[in-house]
Each structure stands twice: as structure tokens, then as C-alpha cells.
């Protein structure tokens, strides 16, 4: 909270800097607008937001509950106060007691900074809380990383709240050790203690905390305890400069040396003899920042037979983690094996395919190839993984709003979680998983068992129309394309969210657990799997792949008759015993009681499954699914949503087109350039992990498979195949250099609203381009408008819905503010 002492207001223009003890800083600039009045108060909420909204200032910096230094410039850059903040825990307040004066305006008093005995936001401050020194700007991550050859100095500023002080400890920890306590030198009010050099070895796990003591007995420890009494820690894991590497460097401890091979069941998984489920107390070092009280162990299902394990990564204090590249802390990541893939393992695949749909302009996660080492030793190349979150979803553009987060489903299962109609609503939130707000579940599964019926043919309005309405058709179209330009096999009836943005009512679908991308069915230069021949085949290399006639598991028979086993990686491989274990391990998950017999057997009584002879739409196609539509659901694993996309012909003309445009962006070398310049990125390390676990696989291998094999083939059975020309000509041909739209009508009604129309013969991609002069708007990747078709740019989606819903309208939007007038100036510039 700022204050003016004097009548004058504190212009904007003025800077507020924070840096921490390793000396990373931060600013923020009040913006226009914004002042402090004159002997008035202004609240500011340093939460990294940097955004205005009336009374309400969120600035650009983030202040945390750790020590940290704060200073104020005036707008000449003229210093007016610094201050060393002290760790402060929840609803902890600091600052000038009250009766004292600190004036932004004029220059820096002598008014001593304390601990508040309580916060008072908007008004004066509270008087001093009767607590030990104040202890601020302790050595939280040494930089540079300590590396074994010198002590780590440890300082702290410690400065008196009631008394004198008497002095301050240092109190540190080297691996699960004894406590070791030293007294630490004052100079001036700074105190510093070392860390001996013999005891902080390469490699070596070290933590600390400081203690400071008044003449009244009275005791500061930072970092504080936490809730439960127990005690917490600063650190730092000590680099070993023996062990190189081309790759960041993410350290893991933990006391327990098989934490990453723990399972359970907080692990989604079997368990394995020995699991305990996440292992706590652990600690995590990466990006020069150390994190304690860190839960670690294994995740996956199938990957539980593979020797190296894929790791969970969990923070027990929320959102603290920094991966880089992101402009928020996470609360938990990945560290997947890269083990197996399809074909010849590239050991790539992930942040390969994250990478590529970033580039095509599908919403994506950060990932990375990182260099682990466990308990001071190597362990391997990983890739770490960012999930799904709020912020993930706010910085992929969506709204993420306290009214407007969610629904957001996560299909987990893959047992009746392809979007299919009929699972009931006991069922639903057990099949799949809800990573919105838990208190809001029984809305969620409402709005589900909508979009599903609605998908399915069973909603109110038919299906053609209930698309327009009911599904972001730029994004989901976009992500269908690029799903299918990298033969994706592993995405019909699991690894996808589905997200509701509330504002337009609109769902989306997005992509997860994606190392089943730039599928291939065999070794280099080998031959076809006999099953699985997934680049090979029709039934997965088909654009059409995930509508009812395409779908993605093979028939096999089990006690409840004959269904579609999940198609899991190395499925086609192993001996015929592993093959039993599979096949066994999949009954006992059906068999599920949680599951019920009834949700089973409405997903598998059909007798058969239509795996994939037919290609174009029949004459008599029935497009809404009006005619013999099962009362419980049909069994088949494809994805309804797809399937619906896929079965209209609007829709399906407007998938084709778009997949085209990244046919003609990306197999002309934009691809194998991501694929080579990841490939360079992690060989070394891949071939020295290979070594450590055993792996047989060769990156160079799998590099030229996908760079000889997968690529060229995909791209010729795309263009040869299926494009013009070829046996099954759905693709069309590239997009004319003159196609465009023509700017219709703008409305001012149901919160206005401007109509485009394509006058030409063919479906036209205008993914990118924008409408300029009175209008400002960009069109998404995806946004493709049929030929003959009209398309809405809206200001407000739902309101426009809740005029022209359930006519089949395509409407996309939100205009940045409502149009004025009915004939405003504007136009359509191309990408």
C-alpha cells in the first residue's frame, strides 16, 4: 500500500523494483492513470497481473511471501526508499508502524519498518507486533551455484522489532544429516556465516536457516516453520563439475532412492511391490532456483514395464515452480522417459510434436529435453512436460475468468470417454476427470451430458446446427488438421481435455500425452506391422480417422463379448505371455467395480465393430443421426466429436481445406527442420542415457526414419492419396491466390455483429488474416469459411447465440467492443 503525505497526488510515471537475494529484479511502472491522491492511499496488488480496473491496481511485479528487497523511483529515476522485506506468511503484514511516516512523495525517512500486528489494506497501518528481530535478504539461491571447491556464504540482514539484537544463528543440513549450528558475524546489521567447503561436496544436498534473537529471548526463524511445527529450509543441491552437459540441468533428492519408481494409487496406476505412492520430503534444484518439500514418483500405466520410469513432479506448497518460458509458476510437472516409441525410437517425440502444433497454431504445453541427475548422480534425459492448467489455458487465449473457468474434462480413461452419449452421471466424473473447480462438479456433468447428446444426434437442435452453436469450430478444426498432418494415432478415445469457454459457450478440445505423434509401423526400412500398420493403413492414415468408419482399435474378444482393446504403445510387440498380461490387465480394469456392469455393458453389447471399409458419405448419409439412433450409446472407438466434424458435409469441406493450408506450410522441410534441429539437440545425451538404462534404441536411427520414411511417406499418401487426383479425393487442391471473402452486413443487434460471405467455388482458409479500420479482429488458425458459406465475427458470441442460436450460424469472435454503426469502415487483410 502507497500513501501520500502531503495534498499533493504522487503522479504516475513513479517505478517499483523488487529484487531478490540471488540479485534477479523486476520493475513495474505506475501506469497513466493511475496516482496516488494527495494525503489518500493506494492499495496495489503485486501479483504479477499488470493490469487496471478501476479503484483495483494489479501490477507487473509479484511479490512473495520470501525475503526480498523493494525499492521506488520517482518518474526521473531518482530513488525515494528501499526496503529489505522479510518472509512473511499468510495475512503477515510488514511495514511503518503506525504514528510513523514514510513518505512517497519527498525524500526517505528514518521511520523504522516492522511486523504489523495485523494487516490494514486502504487505511494506516497498524502498530508493531511483538515478535523477534526482523530477518530479511537471507541467502535463498546462491549464485553462481555452488560447485564444491569453496564454502557457501550464507548472509542475512536482521534488524531489531521490540529490543536490541542479540545475535543470529546459522543452522544447516548437508544431505538427511544432523543439524549443524554456527554463529553468524554482524557487520553493521548484515550477518553472514560459511558453509564449509569439506562439507557442501559436489553433489551434495545442502539446506539452512537462520534464527535471530533479541535481548528480550524473543526468536525470528526464516525460513519460518511451517503450520504443523515442522521445520523448513533454504538450499541449494551442490553442482558437479564432472558431469557435463549439452542440456538444463534439473536436479532431485530424496532420502527414499527409489522415490522415482514409486507407485500407487495417487499414481493413476498398477502398483508395483514396495509402492508407496508419492514420496514427500523430496527436494527439486533447476533454472537457479532450489525447491524443498517437493513429492516425487512414478506415473503412466503401460510405461510401468518399461526399466526407466516417467516421473511426477509435485510441489506440496502449490504453485512455486519456474520452468522458464513461462511467465507463471506451475505446481507440478513431468519427466517423461521417452522409452518407447512407434517405429525407431527418435527419443524426441514429444517436444517434438508440442513444437510443431505451437508452430501450426494448435494451444500447446511447454516441453523441453532436460539432463536429471538423482541424489548427486546421473539419471538421465528426460523431457520435462507442463500440464494442463488455468494458466496454461489463460496463456493459450482462452478466458479463465473466476465466472468463467470451466467445465474442463480430461478424457482419462479411455473407457467411454470418446465423447460418446449414454455414460450416466454417476459414471461420467469417474471416467473421466474434472481439473475445474470440484464444487462446481454437478454443473460440469450437466454441461457434458449436453455437449454429448448434442454430438450424438440426441440434443434439441440437429446436429448440424448444434455444432455452430455449441463447438469453437476454428480451434477444434485446427487441432483435427494438425492431429492428422502428424498421424497421431493414440487421440480418438482418450489423451484430449475438453474445455467450455463460458463466455461464448463453446467448447474446444485440446491435445495431451501426445508421443504417439509422427505415427509409423515398422523399423527402418522395415515392413508394416500385421495390426497396427498405422502409417500403412487406411483405417489410421485416412484423414477421415476418428469418424465412425475409422476407428482406432482392433476387434478382440473378452467376457464381455466382443469389443475394441485399447490400442496402448507396444501393443504389437513382446512375447505372447506379455501379450496374455495386457490382455488380462485390461479385463480386470472392465471389470471394475467403480465402473459398474451397466455402464459396460451399454458401451459393449454391439456384436461387431465397423473398423474402417467405407470412405466417402453415402447419398442417403443421415447427417443429424435421426434415423436408428441406440438408446444407450454405439459401440465403436472413435470420437463422437471428430466424428461429427467429420460426417457433415460443411464441416468436413472446411477440416479438408485447413488441412491442406498445413500440408503446404509444413512438408515442404518446415517439419523435418523441427525434427533435425531437436534431433541435434538431444543426440549426445540420448546415446549416454541409452547406455545408463539399457535402451537398444539409436537417435540417428530414428531420426532418419522420420526424416526418410515417416515424412516422405505421410506426405505423399496426403498429396497422392487423398488429395486430387488420387483414390479418394478429399483433400483439395491448394488454396487460388485470389480467393477472399466479401464484407456483408454489420448489425447492431444481439450485441452486434459484422457477416463475411465466400462467393467462390471452394472452402477458403483465412486462418490469420485480420479486418482492420473500424474493426479490429484477427481470424484464429482454423478459421476456414465454406464455399457459398457465411461467416459471424461477433462482439459478445452468447449474446449473439442467444438471438440467431440453433440456426446453424457459423459465429466466431469476440470483437474488442461492440460496433456502432451499421455501415462501418472496413477491411480484410490477408495473412
Known amino acids: 500500500m502507497c500513501r501520500s503525505s502531503t495534498s499533493r497526488p504522487v503522479p504516475h510515471g513513479y517505478q517499483l523494483t523488487v529484487s531478490k537475494a540471488s540479485g534477479k529484479a523486476s520493475a513495474w511502472t505506475f501506469p497513466a492513470g493511475v496516482s496516488v491522491p494527495g494525503n489518500g492511499y493506494l492499495l496495489i496488488l503485486a501479483d504479477g497481473l499488470d493490469t487496471v480496473s478501476g479503484s483495483e491496481v494489479h501490477a507487473g511485479i509479484k511479490l512473495s511471501g520470501s525475503s526480498q528487497g523493494l525499492s521506488l523511483l520517482d518518474a526521473s529515476g531518482a530513488s525515494i526508499g528501499s526496503w529489505d522485506l522479510p518472509e512473511l506468511a499468510d495475512d503477515q503484514a510488514y511495514g511503518v508502524a503506525e504514528g510513523d511516516v514514510q513518505a512517497l512523495d519527498g525524500p526517505s525517512g528514518t521511520s523504522r519498518l516492522v511486523y504489523l500486528s495485523q494487516p490494514t489494506p486502504t487505511s494506516a497501518n497498524s502498530g508493531a507486533a511483538d515478535t523477534g528481530p526482523v530477518v530479511a535478504r537471507v541467502t535463498e539461491d546462491p549464485a553462481p551455484r555452488p560447485n564444491g571447491g569453496s564454502a557457501i556464504p550464507i548472509s542475512a540482514v536482521v534488524t531489531p522489532q521490540q529490543a536490541t539484537v542479540a545475535g543470529a544463528t546459522l543452522t544447516y543440513v548437508i544431505g538427511y544429516g544432523s543439524p549443524v549450528s554456527v554463529d553468524m558475524a554482524a557487520t553493521g546489521g548484515t550477518y553472514t556465516a560459511d558453509i564449509p567447503a569439506a562439507e557442501a561436496a559436489a553433489g551434495q544436498l545442502v ?63 498398477i502398483a508395483v511391490p514396495g509402492g508407496k505412492g508419492d514420496v514427500t520430503g523430496c527436494s527439486v534444484w533447476f533454472n537457479g532456483t532450489f525447491y524443498d518439500n517437493v513429492s516425487i514418483r512414478r506415473r503412466g500405466a503401460t510405461s510401468l514395464g518399461w526399466p526407466k520410469p516417467k516421473i511426477k513432479i509435485k510441489s506440496e506448497n502449490g504453485k512455486v515452480f519456474k520452468l ?103 459414471d461420467l466424473p469417474v471416467v473421466y476427470e474434472l481439473e475445474s473447480s470440484k464444487s462446481k462438479q454437478d454443473a460440469a456433468v450437466q454441461a457434458l451430458e449436453a455437449f454429448t447428446a448434442g454430438l450424438a444426434g440426441g440434443g434439441p437442435v440437429a446436429r448440424s446446427k448444434y455444432l455452430f452453436d455449441a463447438v469453437n469450430l476454428p480451434q477444434v478444426i485446427n487441432y483435427l488438421a494438425a492431429q492428422t498432418l502428424i498421424l497421431n494415432q493414440d487421440r480418438c478415445t482418450k489423451n484430449f481435455y475438453v474445455y467450455l469457454d463460458a463466455s461464448s459457450g463453446q467448447w474446444s478440445m485440446l491435445p495431451w500425452d501426445v508421443e504417439s505423434g509422427f505415427g509409423i ?126 460426417s457433415l458435409p460443411r464441416t468436413r469441406a472446411m477440416y479438408m481445406r485447413r488441412l491442406r493450408t498445413l500440408m503446404d506450410e509444413f512438408t515442404g522441410g518446415r517439419l523435418a527442420g523441427i525434427v533435425t534441429t531437436l534431433h541435434t539437440q538431444i543426440r549426445e545425451e540420448a546415446i549416454r542415457d541409452n547406455a545408463k538404462w539399457g535402451n537398444s534404441g539409436n537417435p540417428d536411427t530414428g531420426y532418419q526414419q522420420l526424416i526418410k520414411e515417416q515424412l516422405p511417406l505421410r506426405k505423399q499418401q496426403l498429396y497422392d492419396v487423398y488429395g486430387p487426383g488420387g483414390d479418394h479425393p478429399f483433400i483439395p487442391g491448394a488454396q487460388a491466390a485470389g480467393a477472399g471473402l466479401t464484407i456483408g452486413q454489420a448489425h447492431t443487434d444481439a450485441g452486434s455483429w459484422l457477416e463475411l460471405t465466400n462467393p467462390g467455388a471452394e472452402a477458403v482458409d483465412v486462418s490469420g488474416w485480420a479486418l482492420t479500420g473500424d474493426v479490429d479482429f484477427t481470424f484464429r488458425p482454423g478459421t476456414v469459411v465454406d464455399a457459398g458459406d457465411t461467416i459471424v465475427v461477433a462482439a459478445d458470441i452468447l449474446q449473439f447465440k442467444a438471438s440467431y442460436g440453433g440456426q446453424g450460424k457459423y459465429v466466431v469472435g469476440p470483437l474488442p467492443q461492440p460496433l456502432t454503426s451499421s455501415s462501418p469502415s472496413v477491411s480484410l487483410v490477408k495473412a
Open 207 to 269: 539446506r539452512w536457516y537462520v534464527t535471530a534473537t533479541d535481548a528480550g529471548g524473543r526468536n525470528t526463524v526464516v525460513p519460518a516453520k511451517d503450520s504443523n511445527g515442522a521445520v523448513q529450509y533454504f538450499g541449494t543441491i551442490v553442482a558437479d563439475p564432472t558431469d557435463s552437459a549439452s542440456l538444463p540441468i534439473l536436479e532431485l533428492y530424496s532420502e527414499n532412492d527409489r522415490a522415482p519408481f514409486s507407485t500407487g494409487p495417487s499414481s493413476n496406476a
Open 324 to 426: 522458464g518460458g513461462l511467465d507463471y509458476e506451475v505446481s507440478a510437472f513431468g519427466l517423461n522417459s521417452n522409452w518407447f516409441e512407434p517405429g525407431a525410437n527418435t527419443f524426441t517425440r514429444e517436444p517434438l510434436v508440442w513444437e510443431a502444433f505451437n508452430q501450426m497454431g494448435v494451444e500447446s504445453l511447454l516441453s523441453f529435453h532436460v539432463h536429471v541427475r538423482f541424489n548427486g548422480k546421473y539419471f538421465g534425459r528426460f523431457s520435462l512436460q507442463e500440464e494442463w492448467s488455468k494458466d496454461a489455458l489463460e496463456r493459450n487465449g482462452f478466458d479463465t475468468s473466476s465466472s468463467g473457468y470451466g467445465p474442463f474434462w480430461k478424457s482419462n480413461s479411455g473407457i467411454g470417454t470418446n465423447l460418446r452419449f449414454g455414460v450416466t452421471t454417476t
Open 521 to 646: 509401423d515398422r523399423g527402418l526400412g522395415g515392413q508394416p506391422a500385421p495390426d497396427y500398420c498405422t502409417l500403412a493403413c487406411e483405417q489410421w492414415n485416412s484423414p477421415l480417422y476418428c469418424d465412425r468408419n475409422h476407428t482406432q482399435d482392433l476387434v478382440i474378444s473378452t467376457p464381455y463379448g466382443r469389443i475394441s482393446q485399447p490400442v496402448t504403445l507396444g501393443a504389437t510387440s513382446g512375447t505372447p505371455a506379455s501379450r496374455r498380461r495386457r490382455l488380462s490387465s485390461l479385463q480386470t480394469a472392465l471389470g471394475t467395480p467403480r465402473l459398474g456392469r451397466k455402464l459396460l455393458q451399454s458401451l459393449f453389447q454391439d456384436t461387431t465393430v465397423d473398423t474402417g471399409a467405407g470412405q466417402d458419405l453415402d447419398s442417403d448419409y443421415d447427417a443429424n443421426l435421426t434415423s436408428g439412433r441406440p438408446a444407450s450409446g454405439a459401440i465403436g472407438s472413435y470420437n463422437y466429436l471428430a466424428d461429427a466434424v467429420l
